[in-house]
């Protein structure tokens, strides 16, 4: 009998540390769940925190009362042509000759402006002739007169 009372000893030791175990694991499941719903509730928040700001951002001067003024860069774009690029170059074909802009009429009289030249004849109340220019020192530029 003292083997057979040994081991029922053993095994209500280890029935013993089961339970001591068993009660752990509730312990540690009711505070999970716990710091689940916690966890839930606080997403809950943050999804309708984060639906709000969407609904804030969706809007500009065209869907609410902001005016056009304090938009700023975040303009909603403008429409946009529905052409699909050719893959041309744009301008003329290679090879053209192409065109200036003549003069209509030859000029009498070439002289260069200086800035500073310029600057006197205006502020005196005059316009620029070539008589103010040459007598002015200044050197050349278009003279049409």
Do not use: W, Y
């Not at 804030?56 to 042509?81: C, D, M, Q, T, V």
């Not at 260069?112 to 070539?130: D, H, I």
Request: with cysteine; proline share 4%.
């Amino acid at each position: 009998m003292d083997e057979r009372d040994a081991l029922i000893a053993a095994l209500q030791q280890q029935i013993a540390e089961q339970q001591r175990q068993i009660a752990e694991k509730d312990r540690q499941i009711a505070e999970l769940t716990e710091e689940n719903s916690s966890l839930a509730s606080q997403l809950e928040k943050q999804k309708e925190e984060i639906r709000e700001l969407k609904q804030k951002l969706g809007l500009n001067s065209h869907n609410s009362s902001i005016s056009s003024a304090k938009e700023g860069f975040n303009k909603p774009p403008k429409n946009k042509s529905l052409r699909e690029p050719s893959g041309n170059n744009p301008g003329a074909q290679k090879g053209h000759k192409g065109a200036n802009i003549n003069l209509p009429h030859k000029p009498e009289s070439i002289f260069r402006r200086n800035a500073e030249n310029v600057l006197f004849l205006k502020s005196a109340g005059r316009t620029a002739k070539c008589s103010d220019a040459e007598s002015a020192g200044m050197s050349s530029t278009l003279c049409c007169t």
